[in-house]
């Protein structure tokens, strides 16, 4: 994930970073991408099971529960062996997390842990009970999915009434005190619809917000066609930084993120670059602390069977199942050439990507976008933006 507001507003320094050692057990939250032991972030899709029916969901949810979800008890066995490892933050998704009636077990569990627990979900099951019940545990933040104002969003959802149900549910979590941020998926349907997430963000005075690029991942898979252009993509890019300075001039700063395409990085480096290259120095050292994609390193995913995979949205290729290993020693397992060659990825990167001068800034970007459209998995990502000329 790329920090627009820390970069290209100046609200964190390389300094800030370096204060903590770079250690990601000692690092708060804000700084964690600048880790320099990049232990994982684990994405937990607890269950498949969703109460809605998004057309790009990764996780092929369903509306029925499926038979061979982990249980409670074999949860918390996983969750002893993460907090050992040192994994610093767990993130609970799904499917749609808050159908599992013991949602707040296992995160009151991973707290106890010491790790900072996390939910992504689609904000609909929020009751003020639930987010009482949230906070008390301790969770960390709750991230809410909205894909749009309510005619765009619920046609995203496949439910009428989606969005009045999420906006409650944010209410609901500001009101019992968790930190509660906005996640939206840039597509071809949507794209028009960022400034008025940004005007979402200040009248309801929301503190944050992912906007994520389109994977083609899952249901995602169909929708390669709707996503954006190269050119699309960087005036999306370049309206996000727009928003978020004009916010920050104003006295109404929001931390804003852009995740699942580090092109991103270099490109709004090359922009400060002509803007202030006093602050392009200091972003290329954090740029450099990020060092971009990083699945199968510093993120993985455990599926609701307990398959474990690069990412959450590797769904199709399994490294090993933590009911019969546990995490650790699947993470660490280099017998196997891919979980090998992924922690070592930039030396396996071919095409553009291998001659790219940004390969040690963006990590080779995403491999499943890659191996999605051209069957290659070291193939060159075709939603990075760059042109030959930024990259040579």
């Given amino acids: 994930m790329i920090g627009i507001s820390k970069l290209y507003c100046n609200t964190v320094e390389p300094s800030d970073a370096l204060r903590y050692g770079r250690d990601s057990s000692r690092l708060p939250s804000h700084l964690l991408q600048f880790s320099k032991d990049k232990q994982p972030v684990v994405v937990w899709n607890v269950t498949r099971q969703c109460n809605?029916?998004?057309?790009?969901?990764?996780?092929?949810?369903?509306?029925?529960?499926?038979?061979?979800?982990?249980?409670?008890?074999?949860?918390?066995?996983?969750?002893?062996?993460?907090?050992?490892?040192?994994?610093?933050?767990?993130?609970?998704?799904?499917?749609e997390p808050l159908v599992r009636k013991d949602l707040p077990d296992l995160a009151a569990y991973a707290v106890e842990k010491g790790m900072r627990a996390v939910i992504s979900t689609n904000g609909t099951l929020i009751t003020r009970d639930m987010a009482r019940i949230l906070q008390e545990i301790g969770l960390s933040y709750v991230g809410i999915s909205l894909d749009g104002m309510e005619a765009v969003n619920d046609r995203f959802r496949g439910m009428t009434g989606a969005f009045q149900m999420a906006l409650e549910g944010i209410r609901n979590c500001q009101e019992a005190g968790i930190k509660v941020g906005l996640r939206f998926t840039i597509n071809k349907f949507n794209v028009q619809e960022i400034p008025k997430i940004f005007a979402l963000l200040?009248?309801?005075?929301?503190?944050?917000?992912?906007?994520?690029?389109?994977?083609?991942?899952?249901?995602?898979?169909?929708?390669?066609?709707?996503?954006?252009?190269?050119?699309?993509?960087?005036?999306?890019?370049?309206?996000?930084?727009?928003?978020?300075?004009?916010?920050?001039?104003?006295?109404?700063?929001?931390?804003?993120?852009?995740?699942?395409?580090?092109?991103?990085?270099?490109?709004?480096?090359?922009?400060?670059?002509?803007?202030?290259?006093?602050?392009a120095a200091d972003v290329l050292k954090l740029l450099k602390m990020n060092e971009g994609n990083n699945s199968g390193r510093g993120i993985g995913c455990?599926?609701?069977?307990?398959?474990?995979?690069?990412?959450?949205?590797?769904?199709?290729?399994?490294?090993?199942?933590?009911?019969?290993?546990?995490f650790s020693q699947i993470w660490t397992d280099l017998s196997n050439p891919l979980m090998q060659k992924l922690k070592e990825k930039k030396k396996h990167m071919t095409g553009r990507c291998a001659k790219c001068r940004w390969l040690d800034i963006c990590g080779g970007n995403f491999r499943v976008r890659a191996e999605a459209l051209t069957g290659d998995v070291w193939a060159p990502d075709p939603a990075c933006y760059l042109t030959d000329e930024e990259i040579a």
Avoid at 234 to 256: C, F, Q, S, W, Y
């Fill in 52 to 95: 809605l029916s998004c057309i790009h969901c990764y996780a092929h949810a369903k509306h029925t529960i499926t038979e061979n979800e982990l249980t409670l008890e074999e949860s918390q066995r996983i969750m002893d062996d993460l907090a050992r490892f040192g994994v610093p933050v767990l993130l609970f998704s799904g499917g």
């Fill in 202 to 279: 200040e009248e309801m005075d929301i503190p944050r917000v992912c906007f994520y690029h389109l994977v083609y991942a899952g249901r995602g898979s169909k929708l390669v066609e709707e996503d954006l252009s190269h050119k699309e993509s960087r005036e999306a890019v370049d309206l996000i930084m727009n928003l978020t300075r004009d916010l920050h001039d104003r006295g109404k700063p929001k931390e804003v993120l852009t995740v699942d395409n580090h092109a991103d990085g270099p490109y709004l480096y090359l922009r400060l670059l002509k803007e202030n290259p006093k602050r």
């Fill in 302 to 326: 455990i599926s609701w069977n307990g398959e474990v995979h690069a990412d959450q949205f590797w769904r199709h290729y399994s490294f090993g199942n933590v009911k019969e290993r546990p």
